[in-house]
């Protein structure tokens, strides 16, 4: 494009008698300056010359083109030796600077920091997590994987007894017009999205926090805890009943004619017999617990720090990966940490899974 620019100015000029005014204008140009000023001073020349003439526009869009593109890349390779960015450093001894290592000379007088990976130990004992921070990003899984497990924690502790008790009622207790009103009341409870918590705990649970506890937010662990519950008590309570409910009818008919009563019965033959379907239940649940995302999301405050009691604000895994993937650049260590995450994540469910079945299998012998 630049030829047949400089071929129609030319042929142009020819015809006005001007072609050594060209020529002169052109050697000038490409004639690298020693400074800044010269540059700009030939460009003012050029200018003034050509201004009056009947090409004076269009070599002044030419002489634009042609010395900004010299200027700035005449700039960029003088700032560019090694010498010139040791001077600059020497000359701001605060300065932060990112310098590509082949304009690092001999002996540069800065401090220099050595550039290596992430260590073991940052990520997974670091306490901060910044991934945004600059000059050097925090990636420490620490916060974020015990805010998982305070929450799954409690959320559990809350769950399990209320749900186990509910399936016991419904299994034993109530009679079979409550049962046929409970169990798709309760089965219809795990199909509600969990955005839908997220909000009845943002407006019902977190401000309940809030004033009983007299705390200044309400966006805690606790409320992340009790919402998860509440998500986790329809699977655990529709297994341990299906489980429970399996039980044989003789077992219960030979424990009543031994003399047991009914709630011995049922704490003595009923429970451990379905044992393994209500550990089936609680791994399910945990798992809900662990994995949950909006709700979590919505109610604990998103702080990435390491939680000392169960009313600050913390992050869950699942949380932070749903919060932070979208704006992460892809390939880069922000977008990988995540899928660390995730990986971390993974491997927390499924010791925990292991952990549970080999507590009832224990138990069963």
Same mark, same amino acid.
């Given at each position: 494009?630049?030829?047949?620019?400089?071929?129609?100015?030319?042929?142009?000029?020819?015809?006005?008698?001007?072609?050594?005014?060209?020529?002169?204008?052109?050697?000038?140009?490409?004639?690298?300056?020693?400074?800044?000023?010269?540059?700009?001073?030939?460009?003012?020349?050029?200018?003034?010359?050509?201004?009056?003439?009947?090409?004076?526009?269009?070599?002044?869009?030419?002489?634009?083109?042609?010395?900004?593109?010299?200027?700035?890349?005449?700039?960029?390779?003088?700032?560019?030796?090694?010498? &010139?960015?040791?001077?600059?450093?020497?000359?701001?001894?605060?300065?932060?600077?990112?310098?590509?290592?082949?304009?690092?000379?001999?002996?540069?007088?800065?401090?220099?920091?050595?550039?290596?990976?992430?260590?073991f130990d940052e990520v997974f004992a670091g306490k901060e997590w910044f991934p945004t921070a600059t000059p050097a990003p925090q990636f420490g899984f620490l916060p974020l994987i015990t805010g998982t497990l305070w929450v799954s924690f409690f959320a559990i502790l809350f769950a399990l007894p209320f749900g186990l008790s509910v399936a016991v009622?419904?299994?034993?207790?109530?009679?079979?017009?409550?049962?046929?009103?409970?169990?798709?009341?309760?089965?219809?409870?795990?199909?509600?999205?969990?955005?839908?918590?997220?909000?009845?705990?943002?407006?019902?649970?977190?401000?309940?926090?809030?004033?009983?506890?007299?705390?200044?937010?309400?966006?805690?662990?606790?409320?992340?805890?009790? &919402?998860?519950?509440?998500?986790?008590?329809?699977?655990?309570?529709?297994?341990?009943?299906?489980?429970?409910?399996?039980?044989?009818?003789?077992?219960?008919?030979?424990?009543?004619?031994?003399?047991?009563?009914?709630?011995?019965?049922?704490?003595?033959? &009923?429970?451990?017999?379905?044992?393994?379907?209500?550990?089936?239940?609680?791994?399910?649940?945990?798992?809900?617990?662990?994995?949950?995302?909006?709700?979590?999301?919505? &109610?604990?405050?998103?702080?990435?720090?390491?939680?000392?009691?169960?009313?600050?604000?913390?992050?869950?895994?699942?949380?932070?990966?749903?919060?932070?993937?979208?704006?992460?650049?892809?390939?880069?260590?922000?977008?990988?940490?995540?899928?660390?995450?995730?990986?971390?994540?993974?491997?927390?469910?499924?010791?925990?899974?292991?952990?549970?079945?080999?507590?009832?299998?224990?138990?069963?012998?």
């Amino acid at each position: 494009m630049m030829i047949l620019i400089f071929g129609s100015l030319m042929y142009f000029i020819a015809k006005e008698g001007e072609s050594q005014q060209l020529e002169n204008s052109i050697a000038s140009i490409q004639n690298a300056p020693s400074n800044l000023e010269e540059g700009f001073t030939i460009f003012t020349q050029l200018l003034v010359h050509n201004i009056e003439s009947s090409i004076g526009i269009l070599l002044l869009q030419i002489i634009t083109i042609l010395l900004t593109c010299r200027l700035f890349g005449w700039l960029f390779q003088k700032i560019g030796q090694p010498t &010139v960015i040791g001077e600059i450093v020497a000359g701001n001894p605060g300065i932060i600077a990112f310098v590509p290592s082949k304009f690092i000379e001999k002996d540069f007088p800065g401090h220099l920091l050595k550039d290596e990976s992430i260590s073991f130990d940052e990520v997974f004992a670091g306490k901060e997590w910044f991934p945004t921070a600059t000059p050097a990003p925090q990636f420490g899984f620490l916060p974020l994987i015990t805010g998982t497990l305070w929450v799954s924690f409690f959320a559990i502790l809350f769950a399990l007894p209320f749900g186990l008790s509910v399936a016991v009622y419904m299994s034993e207790v109530a009679d079979h017009r409550t049962r046929s009103f409970l169990k798709p009341v309760i089965e219809l409870l795990s199909g509600i999205p969990s955005v839908v918590y997220g909000f009845f705990g943002l407006i019902v649970i977190v401000p309940l926090i809030q004033k009983v506890f007299n705390l200044p937010v309400g966006e805690t662990g606790l409320a992340g805890s009790i &919402v998860l519950a509440i998500m986790a008590l329809p699977t655990i309570i529709t297994v341990s009943e299906d489980a429970m409910r399996n039980c044989p009818r003789a077992m219960r008919e030979a424990s009543l004619a031994l003399g047991a009563t009914r709630w011995q019965t049922i704490y003595k033959v &009923v429970i451990p017999f379905s044992v393994s379907g209500i550990t089936s239940g609680v791994v399910l649940g945990i798992g809900r617990a662990i994995g949950e995302t909006m709700a979590v999301l919505m &109610v604990t405050g998103n702080a990435a720090v390491i939680p000392t009691t169960i009313l600050e604000p913390l992050r869950t895994i699942p949380a932070t990966i749903a919060a932070e993937l979208g704006e992460a650049p892809a390939g880069g260590a922000h977008y990988e940490a995540l899928f660390l995450l995730g990986v971390v994540l993974f491997f927390i469910t499924m010791l925990i899974n292991f952990s549970v079945e080999y507590i009832s299998s224990r138990t069963n012998k």
